[in-house]
């Protein structure tokens, strides 16, 4: 296949397991988190991800992002093969795909300015920072709806949604094609995430990403997604273009989740805002730092 022709993104029979210890003797046993899924994202589509808590979409999204290596199946990028990418070469594909997680304090280093957060890509991939890092901070900032004045401020002093804002501005300094949207909207107030949902859509329409996607909320997949996977225990048990995964479902599982109440539970909702706002105040050094990126 020619690199011109293949999908940006495609994952082949991924498979990852885990070893857990179970019952009074503690054996171990293997689990599949990931159990043979195959997917594809195309240039300037959004393949949205669903399922329930569990299903499996998060370890999806680190075996694509290459942040876990697969127990078995192929991940290729824009025709090649790097599933078992090292070195270098790993570095310039962790540059074109840049994940976005949930929590944008937690995924950005309470003790870095702005600045600093947002052109650490460029200094991790040794490049020089055109125009200096002040302007090109600024620029980023403006490009994401942040004002480029407070390019000095750190993240505590952002709302949630200004911090995800950060948060993209930093993956687009990495000057990705494939973005990872693992829950990146699912912290924010309904208003402010079709904000940054409008952001993401703008992005893309510039730039022409591909997004994998991931949200539990329904209602957020059906504003963004072009096509929809379902996931459930491992496996993805029907895909299909958005219209038709949501109006003309085939599977019973889709269809049960479907009729699931859309909105996250507000237990749920307020244990994640305690943990966000202890995050917020604490100086927890950042997931994505200590993988490198
Ligand atoms: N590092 C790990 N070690 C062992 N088990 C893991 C690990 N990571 C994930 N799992 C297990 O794999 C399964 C899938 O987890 P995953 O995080 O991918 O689900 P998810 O669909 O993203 O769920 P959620 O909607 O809650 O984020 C879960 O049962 C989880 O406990
Ligand atoms: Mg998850």
């Known amino acids: 296949m020619s690199t011109e022709s293949a999908p940006l993104f495609r994952g082949t029979g991924l498979v990852k397991e885990y070893s857990r210890s179970r019952g009074i003797f503690k054996q171990r046993t293997v689990f ?31 075996l694509a992002a290459r942040l876990v290596d697969v127990t078995s199946g192929t991940v290729e990028f824009e025709g090649q093969d790097v599933t078992h990418l090292k070195g270098s070469d790993l570095r310039d594909f962790r540059s074109a795909v840049q994940v976005i ?38 620029d980023l900032m403006a490009r994401v709806g942040l004002n480029p004045d407070h390019s000095e401020r750190y993240p505590s002093q952002f709302s949630g949604g200004q911090a995800q804002r950060i948060g993209i501005a930093r993956a687009l300094a990495a000057g990705p094609r494939l973005v990872i949207c693992d829950e990146a909207v699912s912290a924010l107030d309904v208003s402010v995430q079709a904000q940054v949902i409008n952001l993401l859509r703008e992005l893309q329409a510039d ?23 379902v996931m459930h225990q491992g496996r993805i048990v029907e895909t299909g273009p958005r219209d038709v995964v949501f109006d003309h479902p085939q599977d019973d599982y889709t269809k049960t989740l479907l009729q699931a109440v859309p909105r996250i539970d507000p237990e749920w909702d307020r244990r994640r805002r305690e943990a966000q706002q202890a995050r917020r105040a604490g100086s927890i050094a950042t997931a994505a730092e200590e993988e490198g990126r």
């Open 101 to 138: 997680f949930q929590d944008p304090y937690s995924s950005l280093n309470p003790k870095h300015s702005v600045e600093r957060l947002v052109t650490a890509p460029l200094v991790y991939q040794k490049r020089k920072i055109p125009g200096g890092a002040r302007a090109f901070a600024r």
């Open 32 to 62: 599949r988190a990931v159990d043979d899924v195959t997917l594809e994202v195309r240039r300037g589509e959004t393949l949205a991800l669903v399922g329930e808590s569990g299903s499996g979409k998060s370890t999806t999204a680190r």
């Open 207 to 229: 730039e022409g990403f591909g997004y994998l996607f991931i949200a539990h909320d329904l209602a957020v997949v059906r504003q963004i997604a072009t096509r929809v996977a």
